[in-house]
Each structure stands twice: as C-alpha cells, then as structure tokens.
C-alpha cells in the first residue's frame, strides 16, 4: 500500500480484555516496527521485526505483550489482560532497511483501557 | 541520564523568525539521527536526517550533529504558523540494531 495502514484506529477495552492491534506495513519494506505513545511523551520502543523474525523485543513491557508478523509482512500486536496503565497511541512504523534509516509510521492505534 | 533529552518547551517565536530546536544524546556508539515532526493527534512525520558532523540543509530546515559534544540540532528559518507542533529527536541504539529511540519532544508554538 501506499502507506503504513493501523486498525482499529481507536479501541475501548475494558480492564482485563485482550486486545489485538495490527499493522500493515509499505509494501516490501523489510523492516517493522511497534512502539508505544503515552500522553505528552516521545514513543518508546516496543519490539522490531525483520520479515518474519522478531530480531529485538527487548522494549515489551511485560509477558502480556506479545507480537507477531508470521508472513513477514502484516504485524500484529496483542496485550493480553489489558491494564490501565496500557491506554496509550500505539504506533507502527516501517522502512525498507533496518540499520540507519527513518521510519515510516502508522496513523496509530489509540487504545483506552477503562 | 535519558537516552535522548529534549527541552519540552513550549518554544514560542513569532513568525518570520528562526526558531532552534536543541536535542542531547548519551550514546556515543550512535550513528543516526533524525529530526520528526508531529502534530496533535497525528502520528511523527520524518522532516530530517544526519548522520555526519556539520550542517545538512533542506528547504528551511537545517539539521546540525556535533558527535564530540554529544549534540544535534534543528533550525527552522522563517518560522510559519504551520510550523507549529511537536518535533521529535531520535537516534539509532547501536547495540539494539535498529530501534530509534526517541525524546520527549519540544512543543513549537509559532504566532502570527
């Protein structure tokens, strides 16, 4: 596509609910990445596939966060017994390489926890 | 000590005028850096990139890296209302491949 594609574009979860949040990235862009927007502050670094391999989740804030990209292509981002403290933009970016080049982003996800 | 510092702001300036935008690393392995822009309620938009000492320049914007003080800048010449928003510092984690990690960012305000 011609962009970067996130869905849903707004999700209410109640406390406790799994969600799943996805990401269609450029096509052919290799790399992809998910990162997480709390209000007033910069995104924070989630995890980053390179196709299908998730080369570096080191960003997941714990074992409820879990994301895949089994295609290498289309990603999905899954919290699972969702908190409060979760609510934030979720962001999904893409580039045609890895190292050293800016990301694309997503319009993002704004997820509500109540 | 934060990866990547930002003066939040708000930095006002009317319009017409250069507004400067400042940006502090502590990774000295970093190689990347990348200026975004992003407004309210939109997703970051990449306005510049730099990955070597000096100046790179792009229509008003110009991007400055001084990687022995640890240092990169934006300037935004002629300064217009739509100018207004967040920017965003970034920069490569080196021992983490190729996640960026971001500032908090610097709220421009830029009146007419």
């Known amino acids: 596509g011609a962009g970067v594609s996130q869905s849903p574009r707004y999700k209410v979860a109640k406390r406790g609910q799994d969600v799943a949040l996805r990401c269609d990235p450029i096509?052919?862009?290799?790399?992809l990445f998910w990162y997480q927007q709390a209000l007033g502050q910069g995104p924070e670094f989630l995890t980053y596939?390179?196709?299908?391999?998730?080369?570096?989740k080191s960003g997941l804030p714990s074992d409820r966060f879990f994301a895949e990209r089994p295609e290498g292509s289309v990603s999905t981002l899954k919290i699972q017994r969702t908190q409060q403290e979760d609510s934030a933009v979720y962001l999904c970016?893409?580039?045609?390489?890895?190292?050293?080049?800016?990301?694309?982003f997503g319009s993002g996800t704004r997820l509500t926890v109540v | 000590q934060k990866e990547v510092e930002q003066n939040s702001g708000p930095l006002s300036v009317p319009e017409g005028a250069i507004a400067s935008l400042n940006c502090t690393y502590s990774d000295r392995g970093s190689q990347s850096f990348f200026w975004y822009r992003q407004y309210s309620g939109k997703s970051p938009e990449l306005i510049m990139s730099i990955y070597s000492n000096g100046d790179k320049e792009d229509g008003r914007f110009t991007a400055q890296l001084n990687k022995a003080s640890q240092y990169v800048s934006l300037l935004i010449r002629d300064s217009q209302p739509s100018d207004s928003a967040t920017y965003l510092c970034?920069?490569?984690?080196?021992?983490?491949?190729?996640?960026?990690?971001f500032g908090k960012g610097t709220t421009l305000s830029v009146s007419s």
């Open positions: 970034a920069v490569n984690r080196p021992q983490a491949g190729t996640a960026l990690i």
């Open positions: 096509s052919g862009h290799v790399s």
């Open positions: 596939f390179q196709n299908e391999a998730q080369l570096d």
């Open positions: 970016a893409s580039s045609a390489s890895g190292q050293g080049l800016g990301y694309t």
